[in-house]
């Protein structure tokens, strides 16, 4: 079988599932040549490029199930909705047709129907709707909201759910229906034998509608956490960060998250209880006993460790804007000339030290990639002005305010942010 979207959350989860139950799996991916996994099959295909069916006709070669599982939540560069969701996949699926495959499973989301509005759910539609009329058998699998180890979902509620104080868009009573990622898993590997008609719509959701307060509240209590405090935002403040948000990359609220959240994202459970023989996991039991000291440890790290970083740059930014003569710069050069610095390099050490600190601000806050020399030249700097300063000014270390003292947790600070720093990643070309 073809799978598509093997490298994705719930695509790489199937794929393991696939060959598991003995299947033989090609995986299309766009550089096959970086996929080294023995279990699979590779060939290259581009979902910003593949828009005619000829193009997919050499990769179904022998191919007697398809499943497609790629998707985006927002739009980058040539990864464009009408891109990834529409012209690709009616390409793969009109080439599928022509190969006289014997099933199709076209992983799309739950919404997308005739009350469509969003972009991101009308896009699927087009590609359901296209598979619906073809005369090949098939399923359109609607997931409501996916929660699984690894995933952005559940990375972003739990450490919701972890806050001391939950803020939630006008009082959380928005409608979601959770469903485990094993579940979807494991009912999409049911459709495998199961009979299909043309486009057979599956909503694969949790066992009950729950509000996203309700939601948040019973996760926290599944990881162990006393009782969730919310607050309320009101709702145009809510769209006025939603705003925002569509200029910040990697956001998960835009204006188009947003409606999808207040439209509710519920479903019927008979189905995916008839596939899975069984009702779908509650949300209360989505969290393995296992799992959850690493679950807590990763949810309270997902917000503390901005504060960190934030908390951190401030520091720097305000350093330097009180040496560029907030604080009294005869007294800032009467320091250095006692480390002996003075003349014309005082000044050149004073603000240039000033300006490097806003700089270690700015780039605290505004890096996403290589942190790591950064956060190596910081603890550079402090262990220099601390040595200089130890030997220069010993009288600091019996300071009441203890100037030097904080140095100590500053390095400390810094050498956490570096030992849980993230390698970087290539960027694909």
Not at 223 to 244: C, D, N, T
Not at 263 to 281: D, Y
Not at 296 to 312: E, G
Request: hydrophobic share 50%; with cysteine.
């Amino acid at each position: 079988m073809l799978l598509t979207g093997a490298s994705g959350f719930i695509g790489s989860h199937l794929a393991e599932a696939l060959i598991a139950a003995r299947h033989q799996v090609i995986c299309a991916v766009r550089d096959p040549s970086v996929k080294r996994d023995p279990r699979f099959r590779y060939v290259a295909a581009d979902f910003t490029r593949d828009f005619d069916a000829s193009a997919w006709l050499p990769r179904l070669q022998g191919v007697d199930v398809v499943i497609n599982a790629v998707g985006i939540i927002r739009e980058h560069g040539a990864q464009s909705f009408d891109a990834i969701h529409v012209r690709a996949p009616i390409a793969l699926f009109e080439a599928a047709a022509q190969c006289g495959v014997r099933k199709i499973v076209q992983i799309s989301a739950l919404g997308a129907d005739e009350q469509a509005q969003s972009r991101y759910h009308l896009s699927k539609k087009r590609a359901d709707d296209f598979l619906s009329g073809l005369s090949v058998p098939s399923f359109v699998v609607q997931p409501s909201l996916v929660f699984g180890p690894g995933g952005t979902s559940a990375r972003l509620f739990t450490a919701l759910a972890s806050l001391p104080l939950i803020a939630l868009p006008g009082g959380g009573h928005q409608q979601v229906q959770p469903v485990h990622l094993d579940d979807v898993v494991a009912s999409i590997m049911a459709m495998l034998d199961a009979p299909a008609g043309q486009g057979t719509r599956v909503a694969i959701v949790g066992p009950e509608p729950m509000s996203l307060r309700d939601f948040l509240g019973t996760l926290r209590t599944a990881l162990g956490w006393r009782s969730a405090h919310f607050i309320p935002v009101p709702m145009p403040l809510v769209r006025l960060g939603a705003a925002a948000g569509r200029l910040l990359p990697g956001s998960l609220l835009d204006p188009e998250t947003l409606q999808m959240l207040e439209r509710g994202n519920t479903g019927s459970a008979a189905r995916i209880t008839e596939l899975l023989g069984r009702p779908p996991r509650a949300v209360r039991d989505f969290i393995a006993a296992q799992d959850k000291a690493p679950t807590r440890l990763q949810a309270k790290l997902a917000w503390l460790l901005p504060v960190l970083r934030v908390s951190i740059a401030l520091v720097w930014i305000v350093t330097g804007i009180v040496s560029l003569g907030l604080y009294p710069v005869q007294e800032s050069y009467a320091l250095l000339a006692r480390t002996g610095i003075t003349g014309a390099l005082a000044p050149l050490m004073l603000y240039g030290a000033a300006l490097l600190d806003l700089a270690f601000g700015i780039g605290t806050l505004a890096l996403k990639r290589h942190r790591r020399w950064l956060w190596l030249a910081q603890l550079g700097l402090i262990g220099f002005y601390t040595v200089i300063i130890s030997f220069r000014l010993p009288e600091f270390w019996l300071h009441p305010y203890g100037p030097l003292l904080k140095n100590l947790p500053m390095l400390a600070a810094i050498w956490l942010l570096l030992e849980l720093e993230e390698p970087d990643r290539p960027h694909k070309k």
